[in-house]
Each structure stands twice: as structure tokens, then as C-alpha cells.
């Protein structure tokens, strides 16, 4: 009998080994992996020390030993590698985004409740055992009526017209980049952690630069090579952007994000104004919660189960003050997602970023985009429940 | 013969008494101080240690041994004083916001111009050594050009509806108040630093509280007490509010104000990113400007003058790590200020924020109110020069 | 054939599960784990996710396919058995210490030499990337001279006479507790970042309980429970102490550690100053690294491996901004350990911390001990190579 | 009738008109300063807006209208200067050291008791409001009782073998320097906040360079210059140093002092382990002090009177968040000073540093320098009451 959950992990470019070792981490077993090509797939199995390179999507669809499929591939591909895989009977992590349009996302979240299977996706940034922490303390009555929702998520790799990606391609990555890519973890994170909703944005993007130098080959995110053969491509997805927003309360607030920020490599900021307190958090210094106080003096948890929520202490595994980081995320994420399947909970209310979450970031990024179009106040469609 | 100059002061609340004090560390002979009854200008003078507590305007403006007058009455005086100074041969440093509307401080602008008198508005933050650093790091060729200016002003000391000062009431402070008492200051501030002006914003403000618990009694600013009586008053003010920018080159930016934001008792940031680096810099921490690299490790800059520029090492004081404040700010505004007096020079360039640039900020001001009341976005007027 | 090398972990308190993960990160098989009751051993396996749960240390040893043993056991047990998996062929990576004295420790420094094994010391914090960051650092013209090298290692687990662990006692732990749990992981981090060695020390140690109240029945590390039964025990232990040092150029130096500073989580910082430059790290935010100049702004380098030294982006896994914390040191350990073992590289000069590194750190404490309780200076005894 | 108290100024170096512009400041009437010539006393009376340079140290005290002498000569001054004044009837505060031995500090203590004079040093960074704050808050049940006390004061200004200054050489800044200069305000302060005495010490000092640079001319403290002739002198002060202590009840702890860590402009840091909370403070940050607590996240007190302890708010002049610094801890001594003198109180305790604190200083730099020498614990000669 197999009693632990089995895993195919597709995809082999920045986060697909990110997977893979959290999985391990989180007692998932990898049964293989997936790359753009059977030679691929190969040689990451082996760097990975995975049993197997898969040779095709349907391989690994096929492949009976496969609990579920982490889809880590390029976001033109979610869409229908994500339906696939529920049409399979293989639960699905997927990347984000979930799809490359909301048609595409409402379809997939229709598919995942028929299909009884866990269909999540990876907004890692919520597994931030503090930002878990600040959800927590966002529902007492400590901290009161939510009043305004502010920060930012900047990074500085795309700065150059030098620098280049294949997500800042429109066709490849989408239409929106800098929103897409990293504000929506943003609003994903803020959303998770007050409990409201988006209700309109009014945004203003900038593509800072309208050309940047395509490499001839391939380039992988987070890196820069200075002496590949390069030629110019007009660019049309944002570097940068501003965003008003109103939420379903009567909240207000307002995002900056940015791949520009020279020396901020990673930076997501928030600062969320209780009518009792304040909470701040910074991913550059993820073990520490900032807790705004008016009449004492204001408090910085360290990540510490001892002192923290139990819905927070659950999704950290060491001491306080022994750091955890990025990887950490990923391991908590799957170790929550894989303790919905052996427990066979596939409810709609789940502790992981459903599908239903992954649907609501497009439906705002759509209305983002549309919004800085017509230089206008738009309202975020809402999802027909 | 009298070589020093000498100043009167104008009001007796929170920031009377702080241009006092600097104007004094200065090197400026202050003559007296006028209050908003005789009794309380000669109780001024006694606690300030000065030698006149002046017993009207009028008395202050036939002072013929007072070179310059310092306004720091309640907003609603600014433009009649101010005026009556500038008509009196008397130069003048008012406290912001210079007038209650555009229309008013146009005029100023133009009555300063004719008098050949220095006219200056107090903003004050300016001066912050690194500030001076920041403006002229921002013209050098490593920064290269704007991309985007953001941050936020943030304070705590309204954030409960018991709360109250004179500043809430529209009649008394105009019918802006957070974007106008501090957000102005962070305009001026990032214009200063960056040397662009800001031609459209979209704005959305919050009242938070839309009533207000009104003591019987006077209060003063960033005082709570919690015994008096008091009764309802209905809040039209904005407690906090979110704006779109766009500045007069390509730059976009946004900006957050807000007086109900826990913990945050005078918090003023901004990041500004460059083509080449950035600059970031909290008035929680004045005396450190980071910059931002992407190549190298990113800088924190101690405020020492043996390392700034020497526009901004003028305004400094003290050798490097031995900190600087808030009333030091008020102390190089105006050792600038009175060395313009001094040398004679009251042409249209001039080192301290001029009345141009009072005006500036209330024509951004009206801009600001138009776009949060037409949820849309606003030119900014241009002053026709 | 088995190409991918095949780990026991011995010990199943807070650090043998750490162990565990980390070996699966840095892709090397565990065969299985042993605790101190054959009950046990089977309960850690299946928690852990491993294959075998032993049932004594020689079944470890007698396992064909364990090629090395990690022994996290506690520290009386670590000279026995570390020489028996030497005597047995297994490789071994000991947590420290390495031995309850000094001849127990010399002694397996020769068994190490003499076997042919990899024998490594788990000093993981030399594995935050920005300590190998600084040990490149340090030796580079820009640093210059070695100055003086001081710091603390402090935590609050052990504040309250309530507080309870085997570490406590003098006969479980050794006679020095904060100074050989934790201060030794600061003297061999400052010996590894400047590559020199402590030569004398005066130390003056303090036992700020000197009776604690103990639990019936068993306690973990860094965990407190108020219901328990208690007696008194008489503690001769430290919690706490200073210790000047000489190094083995003409640097001078101190250390203080502490087990009872409330609010210090697990907080280890230094500050090594240069003749040229100073470098300064806090475990608490272990992703930067802070670069003290005199005559430029000073630097704070955030963890990018684009912008490190190759000898420090080799021990790190992730791009810049995306931290990485205290689990990620024992990955990176290992997958040093193991890299040298499949490289068949049992040399005496090794990336990890090796037998002798844990020797000295013995001889240190030894000379420690004596100092306090000579209340003079002390030369550290220097093991004959 | 002169009601407002007068003060003359004795020296015009880097700390004489910071002693003018804080007179001011705190209402105290500046009659004039003298410089190392009459030449000089003219040119700082003129550059400081002063009335008077004075000719002659006798003319200072036969000055009738000065009611206190402020002493910020060079060290070797101090003793005889401040025995003139006392017996010339004035009141005096005199910059560290008192005295260049405990006989004269010891004598000045007496004169003092019997002028009936105010007698003060001007340990000034007691006056960082925090500072008070930290003073008020060890007094308490929460803190508990002192366990141990550790910091640090360094600087770089003295980095360089070029670096010159007059308090490098043993005859002008007496045979300590470091220690004497910068460890006695950590020493003063710490002891100030605790309440406790330094009974013994064992010090281990650096001198890091043997030889330095002396420029033909003169030099000012915190400037560098490049392009004058030198000839090189032979140093015997130290550079650095690290020293135990033992307090007088069970207290332990340890400083670091230096003149040579690149990056630290001036840099105090201190850290005080209470039996319930911690307190710690960096005087490159002054107006934050954090509390540790262990069995709730630690606080970060921002400097605002509406938060602090009644001692703590009497000694700070501006709201929440209005950041005040090194200039300021100069104008609230002073305050407290002429607070006293106003109200005739000579009583044996003040709350400014009185002459046996600064005695105390002497004593302890006596005991460092022997301890130093001597390479053993050395007990801190108690003052004879």
C-alpha cells in the first residue's frame, strides 16, 4: 500500500527544483520530472537525484504512481496542462498564474470542483509563517476595523535594457509583467491576510523600456549574461506600475510594483492600518512582524511558535530566531496542500490558494490592465459563485 | 550699526516656539513673539526668554528693528499676513500651507516678486542634511534618469474618533487636511530631491472617522488628553488617502498619507528610482540615505559631512554619527534663509522653498481634492510665469 | 551500482530531523534514523518519512549500505560513538561537541587521520553564505590587517530558574554550557571568517540560576511547559559570560554569550575590523551582510549570489532576495561533506569543518573554564600537528 | 534685575560652540568665549554671534555678570580651571575628563561640596531622552534585576596611521585614549541607567598604530586632511580595547572601545539584560529603544513624550516621531543644570553628572590602565565619603 503521496513535478526552469526539493522536504516523494525536451527531462532527473525523466506530458499524466502534478512550466501552458491533469484524476499545484485569461481560469475553477480533486495554486508567499501570523491577528478584535492597505513589491533584475526574460515578452508571459508576476502575490498576500476582497483598481503602468536586447539563446530568471549575441525587441508588457485600490469593505489602499528598483532584489512590502493596531512585514527580513501600537510602544515579533497563533505555529518548523526563508515557504505550502489529500478533504474551503484564488488575481489583473488603458477607475468582475 | 538680523514671531502653538529656538541656534536676534491675546504673547516671551510679548499684528509690522517675520498662526491668517508683511518691508518665512486657495497665494507670488523682500514657506524636511545629499545624487550621471517616485507620510495621532485638533475642521484648516498638513511636505520634498514637479495625479481619500469627539477646550497639536468634555462634530477631512502621480518627465509615482496609521508616529519615506541607482529615506531615521545598486552592494550613507556633496554638507552642523533632528531642520532652513537676507540677494532662484513653491504645492492641493471628488485624474495648473 | 551516498542519522531530538531534511536536500538517501529506545527510532522513521527504523547503534554500524553516520546524540555519547563508526568504516558527521574533553578529542582527530574518512564537526553556521561571503572578504587587500574581532552569541530560552534541559546539568552537557553550546559556534565562525586562531583568553562566566527547577519527566530544546512536576537542582553550569581574546596575529577581542537576555531569540552577531574595511553580521538577519568603509558610504551586501565571491555563491541555492535561513546551512553543509566524499577527497585541508576544527573548539573551552576559574588570562593549548 | 542665568564659554574647539548653540537653546545667556588667544576669542565671539571675546581666563572670571563657566579646553586644562572657578565663585561644568588624575578629580570633589556651587560634567549622552527612559524603566519589577551589562563605543576616525589629533599623544590627552575619550561616556551612561558601580575590571588594550602621521599645523577632532606636511610621532595611547567588568552587585559585563572600525562614525551601543526584560540602545539610532521580553514579541519604544516615564519626558523637547539628536542631549543637560542653579539647589544629588561622576571616570581609567598593564582584575579604588 502507498501510504505517502507521489508526486511528478514539470517543468525545469528556476522553480520547478524548487518543487522538487520541497517536496522532499514536506515527505512527498518525486517520482520524476518533466522538462521541454526527453533530454532535459533526463538530465534534471539525474542533477535532482529523481528516479526518472519523463518523456512526455502524457507520460507523465500516464504514470499510475502519480498522486499529483506540480505544474511549473511557461503560463502559456497552465490552462490546459492544469485541465489535463484533473481530467486525469491527478491533483494538481500549479503555478501562478493559473491561466492566461479569466475565461481560461473560471473554466479551470469549474473543472476542479466537479473534478473532487485538490487543485491549488502556489502562492508561496502566504506560507511566510508571519504573514500566517498577521492573518491571525487581522481577525481579532486587537487590531479592529481594517482602515488602509499599503506596499509595494519591487526588484531590480529587469532594471537594463540589457536585461532580458521571456517574460517580458506579451505573447509568451502575457500581456501584463510586473503586475502579473509579482503584484499579484502582493494582492494575493493582502487579500489572504485581512480576508477582503478587490473591488476596483486605477492603475498607471510604465514600460520603462520600450526596446531591450534579446539574447540569441535562452536565459533562465534571476540571471544576467554580458556576452551573448543580442537583438532588439519592442516591448510592450510594464516594468513598473502604481495602483489605487478599493476593497470590499471600505478599505482603501494602494500597490507600487516595480523590476526596476535598482538594489531592491526582492522586496514585497506591506503595511495594513487597523483601527487598533498596525501590521508591517517586509520579505527582506521575513522573520520579523512589525505590530503598530498608538498608546504603547509598538512590538517586532520574531518568528517564534512559542509566541505566535497556532494556525501561524503550524506552518513553521524551527525555534525562534533560526531564520527560515524562501524554501521554507514551498515546504509548508505542499505540506499543507498534501495533508488536504490524505485526508480526502477536497471541500472549498481549503488552507492552500485554491484555484478560485489563482481566478480572482486574473480577473484583477484584467481589470488593472483595463484600467490603466482608459486612465480610469475600473471594477474588478466578480466571480459568479 | 545692527548686523544681525533680527526676526519676530507669529504664533505661539507647537511650531512657534520651534522656529524660536532655531532662529536663535541661527544666529538670529529674535525681537518678541506675538500671541493670540496680549497675555499670551507676554507669557510666550517669558517662557521662550525673549524680550517682547507683542500685544497685536499691527505692533509687530511698526517694529522697525524686525528685519523678517515668521508666520506660524493657524492656515486662515497665512495670506493676509503674509501680505501685510511683504507690504510693510518686512520679509517673511510662513509656515505652510501658504494661503487657503490658489488664487491667494498666486497673489503672494507676485507680491513677494515686486517687493525685492525674501518670501519663504517653512518646509522644513528639505533640510534634512541627506535630503540635500539625495538632490544631489539625483542629478549625477550614476543616477541617471527618474523612473519612479514613491512613499508615503504616516502618523498615528488622529487615529481614534476621540482625537481632535483644529486641523480637522475644514473651515479652520482648509478642506484638505492629511494630503495638505503632511502630504505636502512629501511633495515638496520628492520635487525638491528630484527637481521635477508633478503635473497629474488621481487621487482617492478615506474619512475615517466622519465624526469626531470635540473637546470643550483649546488643544494642541500631537496632545491627547482624555478627560475633558466633549461633544460630536461632523468630519469632512480626509484622515489618509492614496495618489497616483505623474511627473514632468516620464517618471509615475504614487504617494500615501494617512494621520490614522498605528504606530507610526511622524513617518515619512520615499524611494526613488533612477536609471542608474536608487535613493530611500525615512525621517524615523534621518540621518541614514540608502542607495540603492544592482551590481554592487547598495550603500548606506551616514550623514557625515567628510562624505556628502557640498550642497548638502552646507547644511549640516556636525561631524559624521553625531546625529541631527527635527529642530535641526528648522536651523539650516533658516541659516539659508537669513544668508540670502545678508547677501542682499532676493532673486528668483534661492536655496529655501519660496513662496513659487507654496503656491506650487496648493495648486497640487486643489488638483488633488478635484481628482478624489471626480475619481479621476487631474491636471495639475501650470503657474504662468 | 548505488552512486548516490546513503547517510544514518543517530538521534532523534531537535537537531536529528534537521539533519535528516537537510540530507534529503542535498540528495543523499537516509537509510533510516536511531533514537534511544528501538520504540522510538520506528516513531521518528515514520514521522520522517525514512525507510528503517534502528534498533541499536550496531545495526548502524553492521548497515552494508550506510556509507556515513551523523551523530546528534547527546554529548557524552559523541566520542564512542564516533570513534566506533570511524573503527566501522562509516564516514561521520558529529554535532558538536566533538568529545567531552580535550584527549577524547585529540584522539579522534588521529582516528580520522589514520582512517581514510570523511570526519566532519557540524559548526553549520559557517554555512550562511555571508560568513563564507566574509571569509572571502577578509582576505582580500581591501580588508587589510585583521584589527579586532568581538561579538556575542545570546538567546533567552534559559532565562526564568524555570526554565529546564539536559544541557543544563554539568554531568549531561559538560561543564560549560552557554560558552560550549553556543560560544564555541561564534569562536569557530570568527576562526573561519579570519582564519586565525584564539591563542589566549581571560574569561569571567556567570551562573545566574544557580538552582533550576527540573521536570519529572522528559524536555526538548528551546520548548518550555509550565504544568509539569519540578524539583530543584542545584546548576553549576553558566548562562552567561565575557571572554577576552587574543588571536593568533595581533588582534585582540571579546565575546560575550548568554542564555538569559529576554528577547534575543538565537542572536549571534560580529564585527571584524579591518585596517581597511570592517565586516559586521547578525544570525537574526543572516541574508545581509554589513561592509564598514571610513571613506566611502558603507555597504550592506543582501545575499545575491551575483554579487558574491565564487567560494560563497557555491554554498547558496537561491537568487538574491529570496532568503535563506538556518535550515539551508546544514544543506549546505552537507552537500560539502558529501561533495569531498564522492570525490574521494579525505585530505587534511577541507571546505567543511573537520575533527580538528571541533578539537580546538575543546582545547578552547578547556582554556576557558580554567581562565574563569583562575580569574586570569590563559594560553590556549596548541594540538600538536 | 538679571533674571536669566549667564554663562561664559572656555575653549573654541569642536565641543565649545556646541556648548553656545545648547546654552541658547536652553535660555541661558551666552556672555562670551574665550579661545587659545585673544585673536581667537574675537573671531568665535564674531563667528557665533556672541558679544564678547574674552582676553584672558581671568578675564572670564572677573567677569561679574557670568554667573558659570563652561570648560571645554583641552583635558590638561580642566583640573586648574575648574578650581579657579569654583573659588572664584563660579559655577562650573566642564567638559571629560575632569581632571588627568583621580588626586585632582578627588580634590575637585571636595572644593565642589564646600563651594556650595553647582559642579558638573558633561556626560551629556545621559541626555539622549531614551537614555533617561532606559534609567526609569530598570527601576522596575519588570526589568527585574541586572544580570549583565555589554556594549561597545567605536568610531573611525583614528583609522589610518595619517589620522592625527592632539588626543593621541599620552602628554596632551593623558595616557589613555580611547578608554578615556569615548569608553568613559559608555561607562558613565551605563552605570547612570542601571544604578550600578564598576567595582573591578581586566582591560586589554590595542594600540593599533605604534606611529602616526603628525601634521605640521593643527588639527580639529573629526577632520581629515590630506595634503600637509606630516612627520611621524610615536603613539602610546591605545586605539582599541576590551575590557570586564564586574559591577557592584552580581552584575557582569564587558565594552569594546575603538578608534578604528571602519564604517563606525561614532557608534555607542548598549545592552542590558534584566532578570524580566532586556533594554538595549544605539546612539546612531537615539530614538529607539528596544525592550526584550521573552514571552511576548519585544518592543521598539520610538522617543515620544506621551509614552515615556516622567523623567524621561522632561527631558525632551519635541512630540512622537520628531526625531531629536546629538545636539539636543547638550541643550537638555544644560536645562537640567540651570534648573538647579535657578532653584539654589547644591544638594549632594543632582540629576546632571555632578564631580564625582566624573571622578568616578578617573577612577575607573586608573583601574583599566592598571589592569591593562598588569594583564590581571584589577578593583576600582572606591571614592572615600
Not at 531591450?212 to 516591448?235: K, L, Y
Amino acid at each position: 500500500m502507498n501510504t505517502q503521496p507521489c508526486a511528478a513535478v514539470v517543468g525545469t526552469g528556476f522553480i520547478g527544483p524548487v518543487h522538487v526539493e520541497a517536496l522532499k522536504r514536506a515527505g512527498v516523494q518525486v517520482t520524476g520530472i518533466l522538462g521541454s525536451s526527453p533530454a532535459k527531462s533526463v538530465a534534471a532527473a539525474q542533477s535532482l537525484g529523481l528516479p526518472r525523466g519523463y518523456q512526455s506530458f502524457d507520460e507523465v499524466l500516464a504514470d499510475e504512481t502519480v498522486d499529483a502534478v506540480h505544474l511549473t512550466t511557461p503560463n502559456r501552458f497552465h490552462f490546459e496542462q492544469a485541465a489535463a491533469c484533473l481530467r486525469s484524476g491527478k491533483h494538481v499545484m500549479c503555478e501562478k498564474p493559473l491561466a492566461m485569461n479569466s475565461a481560461q481560469s473560471q473554466e479551470l475553477v469549474q473543472l476542479a470542483r466537479q473534478s473532487g480533486l485538490a487543485a491549488g495554486v502556489a502562492y508561496n508567499i502566504r506560507f511566510y509563517p508571519l504573514c500566517h501570523e498577521a492573518a491571525a491577528r487581522a481577525r481579532t478584535a486587537d487590531f479592529g476595523d481594517c482602515l488602509h492597505i499599503t506596499g509595494s513589491y519591487v526588484q531590480d533584475w529587469l532594471l537594463k535594457p540589457t536585461d532580458y526574460n521571456w517574460r517580458v515578452i506579451a505573447e509568451d508571459g502575457g500581456e501584463l509583467r510586473a503586475v502579473a508576476d509579482i503584484g499579484t502575490h502582493w494582492l494575493d498576500l493582502v487579500q489572504f491576510v485581512t480576508g477582503l476582497h478587490v473591488q476596483s483598481v486605477c492603475a498607471d503602468l510604465q514600460t520603462v523600456h520600450a526596446t531591450r536586447q534579446r539574447p540569441t539563446g535562452e536565459t533562465r530568471s534571476f540571471s544576467h549574461s554580458n556576452d551573448a549575441a543580442t537583438h532588439p525587441v519592442s516591448i510592450t508588457t510594464e516594468d513598473a506600475g502604481c495602483i489605487l485600490l478599493k476593497f470590499s469593505d471600505l478599505s482603501r489602499g494602494s500597490l507600487h510594483v516595480s523590476q526596476t528598483t535598482a538594489g531592491r532584489k526582492n522586496c514585497l512590502r506591506f503595511e495594513i492600518a487597523g483601527s487598533g493596531q498596525s501590521l508591517a512585514w517586509d520579505s527582506q527580513q521575513p522573520n520579523s512582524l512589525w505590530i503598530g501600537h498608538r498608546d504603547r510602544p509598538s512590538e517586532t515579533l520574531i518568528r517564534d511558535p512559542a509566541l505566535m497563533s497556532p494556525s501561524a505555529a503550524q506552518v513553521t518548523s524551527y525555534p525562534g530566531g533560526h531564520n527560515e526563508g524562501f524554501p521554507d515557504t514551498f515546504k509548508q505550502l505542499f505540506r499543507t496542500f498534501y495533508a488536504s489529500i490524505e485526508a480526502h478533504d477536497f471541500g472549498p474551503s481549503q488552507k492552500y490558494p485554491m484555484f478560485i484564488d489563482g481566478h480572482r488575481e486574473i480577473l484583477l489583473c484584467e481589470a488593472i490592465l483595463q484600467s490603466h488603458r482608459q486612465q480610469a477607475w475600473v471594477d474588478v468582475d466578480r466571480f459568479e459563485d
